[in-house]
């Protein structure tokens, strides 16, 4: 079955850095473009990146442009995202995301909370 095991996340200071990373398991990974996606309390669930599935394409929400950048690895079936320069409005819950044949997987989610 298809399973997403985020992981990287944890509390940083305003300015700091962290690097998330989402192990897949469960399907071709290589053959399907990655999503990552975030959710702050009370607020709805947004998309703040994407990968084609060869890697040569992505796209990052207005919100974290030059600040984030969403990477891959197909041997390792593992995405990431580096985020730097972050900020108190980073402060979520972030989830990785594929979507095979219409239907949405999510991992379980890593709580990024940036706060000094």
């Known amino acids: 079955q298809v399973q997403l095991v985020e992981s990287g996340g944890g509390l940083v200071q305003p300015g700091g850095s962290l690097r998330l990373s989402c192990a897949a398991s469960g399907f071709t990974f290589g053959n399907y473009g990655m999503r990552w996606y975030r959710q702050a309390p009370g607020k709805e669930r947004e998309l703040v990146a994407s990968?084609?599935?060869?890697?040569?394409?992505?796209n990052l929400a207005n919100s974290v442009k030059g600040r984030f950048t969403i990477a891959r690895d197909n041997a390792k079936n593992t995405v990431y995202l580096q985020m730097n320069s972050l900020q108190p409005e980073d402060t979520a819950v972030y989830y990785c995301?594929?979507?095979?044949?219409?239907?949405?997987?999510w991992g379980q989610g890593t709580q990024v909370t940036v706060s000094s």
């Open positions: 990968i084609s599935s060869s890697g040569g394409s992505t």
């Open positions: 995301n594929v979507v095979i044949s219409i239907r949405h997987y």
